[in-house]
């Protein structure tokens, strides 16, 4: 926590804007009594999750449901019923 008074704050307003954007709080007094404060203006930035909800509600994106879908595929077969893995396997 900083002390500034006001006089020194409006000669250096600028030094003691960034030390409260860096996370300082800048106490302010006029004969020696606070009467006001600066600090860090909180973050507006909405996370990946929040921005993803609104593209949903827009239609821009669907998000996925939460019903699991665990159908196994059949393997694929080659003429001789080989399954395709198992020729490959013997290619290489």
Do not use: C
Not at 30 to 46: C, D, F, M, V
Not at 69 to 76: C, F, M, T, V, Y
């Amino acid at each position: 926590m900083i002390y500034v008074g006001v006089r020194d704050l409006k000669a250096k307003l600028s030094e003691y804007l960034d030390k409260a954007r860096l996370g300082d709080e800048v106490i302010v007094t006029e004969h020696g009594k606070p009467i006001a404060r600066l600090i860090k203006e909180p973050s507006k930035q909405k996370t990946t999750i929040d921005k993803m909800y609104l593209l949903a509600e827009k239609g821009i994106i669907q998000l996925p449901s939460k019903e699991k879908k665990s159908k196994s595929a059949a393997p694929l077969t080659t003429k001789s019923k080989i399954p395709a893995s198992e020729t490959l396997l013997n290619d290489r």
